[in-house]
């Protein structure tokens, strides 16, 4: 079973930096394809960033693109958002979920088949 558990929420202002944790098993990291998708209040959860197994591959959303850094360190089995420059557009609750390794479409959330429980990100002044 996978389990994924997401840490590194919190309130910052605009132009403020925060660093999400998904934290998990080794055999998940060696395992999954992984990435990380956001839902703010009443709108759909979207795709923010997918890695491939690897890791040597991202493929960001637009919006997130040059502001957003994703990593990983399968030693400690842990994936890394690194946000810069947030606006309160960025304002969600984060999520980093495993996808079916034998899908190649990194932006299709139906592709993706385990969840952690999210943590709140809120950009404000």
């Known amino acids: 079973q996978v389990q994924l558990v997401e840490s590194g929420g919190g309130l910052v202002q605009p132009g403020g930096s925060l660093r999400l944790s998904c934290a998990g098993s080794?055999?998940?990291?060696?395992?999954?394809?992984l990435g990380w998708f956001r839902q703010a209040p009443g709108k759909e959860r979207e795709f923010v960033v997918g890695?491939?197994?690897?890791?040597?591959?991202?493929k960001y959303a637009g919006p997130v693109e040059g502001r957003f850094t994703v990593s990983r360190d399968v030693a400690k089995s842990t994936m890394y958002l690194q946000m810069n420059n947030l606006k309160p557009e960025d304002t969600a609750v984060y999520y980093c979920?495993?996808?079916?390794?034998?899908?190649?479409?990194?932006?299709?959330?139906?592709?993706?088949?385990?969840w952690g429980q999210g943590t709140q990100v809120t950009v404000s002044s």
């Open positions: 979920a495993a996808r079916n390794p034998a899908s190649t479409e990194i932006s299709n959330i139906a592709h993706y088949i385990s």
């Open positions: 080794r055999r998940t990291f060696t395992t999954y394809p």
């Open positions: 890695i491939t197994l690897s890791g040597r591959n991202a």
